[in-house]
């Protein structure tokens, strides 16, 4: 099974900071790779897919980048309902689809 | 507009079984594979098992290989999961999702889940 490691696996961090999460594969895994967030209580949205593509309407200060097995999602000027847990997802090699650990992103 | 709601959660006892639903709208279901995900309590996100867009495939994680079952109802845009011989870990949140293809993708959208707690 492919892991995926995510870093870090908390964060503190004050609106409008500049937030970079990691997640690096097993094994490479092309751009099978996607972003999740999830709010407290609620279920887990898609951020980005395939790497780097960002879905439907989903703010533009989220970005993310890699390929292989090295991935960041990165979130520019944080707003306050980014205060959330992020999760990378490998769909490269299926089963079993996996997910990274988590990272939670809280008010500093 | 994408509508996934899941229902038939609750509590079952250890050994026993339980069949979960995800009802499925705004969208042709017969074009997207359907994932079951789930979440332990204050855990991470553990991915259960997917069906295939045309249903010619299902792949389960190795936890669940052997007790649970994936299915569809084309006709009535209904996902199910059919969980045997149920144990406590199986406790937790239980969320279906689109894929974003035939089922090879990850979840596109997802349902707000279904709580099932497995307990004497």
């Known amino acids: 099974d492919i892991q995926m490691t995510q870093s870090p696996s908390s964060l503190s961090a004050s609106v409008g900071d500049r937030v970079t999460i990691t997640c690096r594969a097993s094994?490479?895994?092309?751009?099978?790779v996607n972003w999740y967030q999830q709010r407290p209580g609620k279920a887990p949205t898609l951020l980005i897919y395939a790497a780097s593509t960002l879905h439907a309407g989903v703010p533009s200060r989220f970005s993310a980048s890699g390929y292989g097995t090295d991935f960041t999602l990165t979130i520019t000027s944080l707003q306050p309902e980014d205060f959330a847990t992020y999760y990378c997802?490998?769909?490269?090699?299926?089963?079993?689809?996996?997910f990274g650990g988590g990272t939670k992103v809280e008010i500093k | 507009q994408v509508y996934l709601v899941e229902s038939g959660g609750g509590v079952v006892q250890p050994g026993r079984s339980l069949r979960i639903s995800c009802a499925a709208s705004?969208?042709?279901?017969?074009?997207?594979?359907m994932h079951w995900v789930r979440q332990g309590p204050g855990k991470g996100l553990e991915w259960v098992a997917v069906?295939?867009?045309?249903?010619?495939?299902?792949y389960y994680a190795d936890s669940v290989r052997g007790r649970f079952v994936i299915s569809r109802d084309t006709s009535k845009n209904t996902l199910y999961l059919q969980m045997n011989t149920v144990r406590a870990e199986d406790t937790g949140v239980y969320y279906c999702?689109?894929?974003?293809?035939?089922?090879?993708?990850?979840?596109?959208?997802w349902g707000q889940g279904t709580l099932v707690t497995v307990s004497s």
């Open positions: 705004g969208f042709d279901s017969s074009s997207h594979g």
């Open positions: 997802q490998q769909t490269y090699s299926i089963p079993p689809v996996t």
């Open positions: 999702a689109r894929d974003r293809s035939d089922g090879s993708y990850g979840g596109d959208y």
């Open positions: 094994q490479s895994i092309n751009h099978y």
């Open positions: 069906i295939w867009s045309d249903g010619s495939k299902t």
